[in-house]
């Protein structure tokens, strides 16, 4: 089997949705899902206004992410339960040194950026943090609130990643690494693009900053074949990136 990169040398394990054939139809479904369900998701958060936080993190972050979990199981007719398998102890080891690389590159890009006479727009999470009375309070919710959401955006990414790489190899005949390394690339672009929100359109950031972080993060997916890792080392990302707001 011609190996992807980051694979595991010895791993005989397929990718999800490789292994086993779907029919064409859901795997379009499972990438129009996740798409839409995610726009509407973001839609949602950003016009509507709860008045406690208990009903923020109940419609806002809890529901959204059962939609999205549950959608995905029965689309993929059970498959993707295999996202939240067991993973090894080493892909931790293995996520650890793609969390460094990703802010290594993070930090880079911004200072290149800004060093070009580039602008940097704001984390809105981060942006409340700070400007918020007890900030220790509003990190609390902010972290409280990503285990939700972090969770759809692991599953909008790989998602994607999976279903056009499926596609792709069975029913458009592209070889397997095509398949991935387009997979890949247009992973990136609209988890990049996903962010337009977060950092107030700046198309600049989302694509050479963002979206090249998502690089990483799939790294360690396609390592480890499980979501733990990927989902664990983007929460530490954001938990660091809300810590300096502080």
């Not at 839409?36 to 923020?56: D, E, G, M, P, R």
């Not at 996903?194 to 993060?217: C, G, K, P, S, T």
Request: one cysteine or more; charged letters at 15%; a negative charge.
């Amino acid at each position: 089997m011609q190996r992807f990169w980051f694979e595991r040398k010895n791993d005989q394990r397929e990718f999800l949705l490789l292994d086993t054939k779907l029919d064409q139809w859901r795997l379009w479904a499972l990438l129009l899902f996740v798409s839409i369900a995610t726009v509407v998701w973001v839609a949602f958060a950003k016009t509507v206004t709860f008045n406690s936080y208990l009903a923020t993190t109940v419609f806002d972050d809890v529901l959204p992410m059962t939609i999205m979990i549950g959608g995905v199981l029965y689309l993929s007719q059970g498959q993707l339960s295999q996202l939240f398998s067991k993973p090894r102890w080493s892909d931790f080891g293995f996520a650890a040194v793609m969390f460094i690389l990703q802010l290594a590159y993070a930090l880079a890009a911004a200072t290149g950026l800004q060093a070009l006479g580039g602008s940097l727009g704001e984390n809105g999470s981060a942006t409340e943090i700070a400007e918020s009375n007890n900030k220790l309070v509003a990190y609390c919710q902010s972290i409280s609130s990503d285990l939700f959401d972090l969770m759809n955006e692991e599953l909008l990414s790989i998602v994607i990643f999976l279903t056009i790489a499926a596609l792709l190899i069975q029913y458009y005949h592209f070889s397997r690494r095509a398949s991935l390394g387009i997979a890949m690339l247009l992973s990136m672009l609209i988890f990049g693009l996903l962010h337009f929100q977060a950092y107030d359109w700046n198309l600049v950031q989302m694509l050479a900053i963002i979206a090249v972080e998502r690089f990483f993060l799939n790294a360690t997916f396609i390592h480890s074949k499980t979501i733990w890792p990927s989902y664990v080392a983007h929460m530490i990302f954001d938990g660091l990136a809300f810590l300096a707001a502080i």
